[in-house]
């Protein structure tokens, strides 16, 4: 008889080596964010999209920090959506890094508490931004090197991250396997998105690997050939 497989365990277990770079990829909160742990040989990482709602999943990022010696440098959140910044303020306390974001952002981000109650998360306190990003910018940390690209259209705030030299980009909610971002949720526009997608997302290249805010990974050139929405 097979041994049937815990989906959920699967996917906690999913790590990926590109290059120099190792990424942790954590399922947290009921909305099931991937939470992702980057960091290369020198120790040295960062957190994108914080989404722990809960004693036992903050442990889990904690356990697992600990256990590879990682020194977080930066707090990222790719937009500011309540799934993504539940665990804003615990990671901004324990590793004293600073937090960034994109500032168009601000406004949904202060309606976090409200988000939080709605869906009967704790009351969580919500940490202002350290570091605001703008379109182009170039962010570093240690020997990685990732370019800030500004794809509003699911929220007015939402960046992707772009690694040129590993090939990979971090897309929050813009883009999914097969999918794309909500419109239907204040400053969402579906015009907008599907226009960024193709002139910012689509150009940089079939090969590149598509890290989503939610489920499974794909690449430029699967979206291209499958996703109905391109």
Known sequence: MKKKINLKEFIESMKLEINDLNIKIFHFNLFQVNTLVCYDETKNGVIVDP???????????????????????????????????????????????????????????????EHARNFRFPNYSYPNPDIFVNDGDIF??????????????HADGSVCLYDEKNRFLIAGDVLFAGSIGRTDLPTGNFKQLIQNIKDKLVPLGDDVLVIPGHAETTTIGNEKMNNPYL
């Open 51 to 113: 989404g722990m709602s809960s004693n036992e999943e903050q442990q889990r990022l904690l356990e697992f920090i600990h256990k590879e010696n990682i020194t977080i440098k930066y707090i990222f959140n790719t937009h500011p959506h309540i799934d993504h910044v539940l665990g804003n303020d615990f990671c901004v306390q324990e590793f004293q890094a600073p937090l960034a974001a994109h500032k168009e952002g601000v406004p949904i981000y202060k309606e976090a508490p």
């Open 140 to 153: 570093t940390f240690e020997n990685q090197t990732w370019k800030v690209i500004y794809t509003p259209g």
